[in-house]
């Protein structure tokens, strides 16, 4: 039921980018996406896109896989263009009832499709890569300094890494309560917006009751296993820079530097 | 009524690299009045097997039919089938939720546009055919006790009157007193409403006992579809898929491998003993 869902999910195979360390690809997202701020002109784009062309291909997980994720987004991203492309005053070059199109929102539509679509993608390409217990490991390690004015840097990251391992099992859950209620004559699919909320309660009741009773044995798991914070906590998997992750902070530094460069001179 | 299953398959995650062939080729008729039981382990195939009869997974490849009638045609009524054929999830005390016990079996009929009356008619007399002790019709769901809440469950499938009830692995969870209960329950129902049920289980044990037939599912193929003794003759095969043949038969091989020249087509506890005794002769010598 959930299988059109594929945006941003874990795509499972061997890449370079698999085995770069997290911290590497979450400093590169963000470095991504502001030099997606950065770049203002058609060249900036295309090498942006470029750049994300290379990384698609290193990441080895498949352009129809991607592209299929983008799809939940679409809707989104139609309705971001005609805003644009409609609200946007200036130079009116095509009218049509009370929608005026005009050359400075055509130009702002273009731009932002490009960059809403690489944004999503570039992001994307850090979660299809890299599984969410490295990443809050990644972010745990970055936010470390953190730590100092007494952020509780571990709790955060231990609550994320918590939140995101439980979505997919609420989405299997999600799934087998459905096909239960609709087995017993449930209808989901109803058109009718009041029969439509209706029907969400066979599904959330169970839904919530389940939810709390995890919550509850992983809390009863935790404790039986003596956790108690992340004072003097050592990981299994300690990350450790290797050379090809000094390389690909080279490759972002030479690419971020390209940005910048693009923008002054263009 | 009858279902024919016609060469199916079945396809997780389609088109990825994580696809996984769940059913291959599986063909197979259920007649009406037959009490089933389907065998496999972990990952056999059997749960999205039984999910294709009523519907719920639509087969990837292959042909259901129902009386005839193509269940993926344009013009089939899924509703109707899925009443007809009831499925009874693994842990269906999950899918609890309405205030009291009588409310949520009535929640199927309702589905069915039964009126507020017939929907509670045919509830009472569910909630009696699996034993729900009438104090605890208003109770909460949540309050039951695991095997009462399974039985609550069950009896919101039955409320929708099926012809055909599938229950995926009824006793999961359960302790032996609990188990034996509910096992003795649906061997009830089958005779007391005169329907076909297909018991979904990995357990030989604790299907023997009652049903007509067993199919064995391994690797998404049905590899045996016999009479529980005719499947049970072939207890090596059975142990090389993770599954075992009931207790006695066990014994009853063992006895035949040492020389005593005893039937092995025995189910339960009391023909073996019979059939033990009758050859205590030979124990003598």
């Known amino acids: 039921m959930f299988d059109s869902i594929t945006l941003g999910q874990y795509y499972q195979t061997d890449s370079v980018l698999h085995r770069l360390d997290p911290r590497v690809k979450l400093v590169g997202t963000f470095a991504y996406l502001i030099s997606l701020f950065v770049v203002d002109s058609l060249p900036g784009y295309l090498l942006a896109a470029l750049f994300l062309a290379v990384m698609i291909k290193l990441s080895n997980v498949p352009f129809r896989y991607i592209v299929r994720g983008m799809k939940t987004i679409l809707f989104l991203l139609i309705i971001t263009v005609c805003f644009n492309l409609f609200l946007t005053p200036g130079e009116v070059i095509w009218e049509f009832w009370i929608f005026k199109m005009t050359r400075e929102g055509l130009n702002f539509a273009i731009k932002m499709a490009i960059r809403l679509s690489l944004l999503i993608l570039g992001s994307s390409i850090m979660t299809l890569t890299t599984t969410p217990t490295q990443l809050t490991d990644a972010l745990e390690s970055l936010m470390r300094p953190l730590k100092k004015v007494r952020v509780p840097v571990h709790e955060i990251a231990m609550m994320m890494s918590i939140a995101l391992r439980f979505i997919p099992i609420l989405m299997e859950e999600t799934d087998k309560i459905m096909k239960a209620q609709i087995a017993r004559g449930a209808d989901f699919e109803s058109r009718n917006l009041i029969k439509k909320i209706k029907s969400m309660v066979p599904l959330l009741v169970p839904l919530f009751i389940s939810a709390f009773r995890r919550a509850n044995d992983l809390a009863m798991a935790m404790e039986a296993r003596c956790y108690r914070g992340g004072e003097g906590r050592t990981k299994m998997k300690p990350l450790v820079y290797s050379s090809k992750d000094r390389v690909a902070y080279l490759i972002l530094l030479l690419f971020f530097a390209a940005c910048i460069a693009m923008r002054i001179l263009f | ?285």
């Open chain 2, 1 to 285: 009524m009858a279902i024919k299953v016609d060469d199916i398959s079945y396809l997780y995650e389609r088109d990825t690299a994580m696809q996984v062939r769940a059913l291959d080729h599986v063909s197979v008729e259920i007649p009406d009045n037959q009490f089933i039981g389907l065998i496999g382990h972990t990952g056999s195939g059997k749960s999205t097997f039984v999910q294709t009869l009523n519907g719920l997974l639509k087969v990837t490849e292959g042909h259901i039919y129902y009386n005839g009638e193509d269940i993926d045609g344009e013009k089939f009524d899924k509703k109707k089938l899925r009443s007809d054929v009831g499925l009874v999830f693994q842990y269906p005390e999950h899918q609890l939720f309405e205030v009291d016990v009588l409310s949520d079996v009535c929640y199927g009929p309702k589905n069915l546009g039964m009126s507020d009356e017939e929907a509670k008619k045919v509830a009472l007399e569910a909630l009696e055919s699996v034993k729900m002790p009438k104090a605890l019709y208003k109770s909460s769901p949540f309050d039951l006790s695991g095997g009462q809440k399974r039985r609550a469950a069950i009896a919101g499938v039955l409320a929708m009157k099926p012809r055909m009830l599938i229950l995926d692995e009824p006793t999961a969870g359960l302790d032996p007193r609990g188990r034996d209960e509910i096992l003795g329950l649906i061997a009830e129902m089958k005779r007391a409403l005169n329907m076909t049920i297909i018991l979904v289980s990995h357990s030989m044990d604790d299907v023997a006992r009652y049903v007509d037939r067993i199919m064995v599912m391994g690797g998404g193929k049905l590899l045996y579809d016999d009479e529980p003794v005719k499947v049970f003759r072939h207890v090596r095969e059975l142990e090389e898929l993770g599954l075992s043949a009931p207790q006695v038969t066990y014994i009853m091989t063992l006895l035949k491998e040492r020389g005593l020249d005893v039937n092995t087509d025995v189910l339960n506890v009391k023909d073996a003993a019979a059939e033990i005794l009758a050859h205590r002769r030979e124990l003598h010598v």
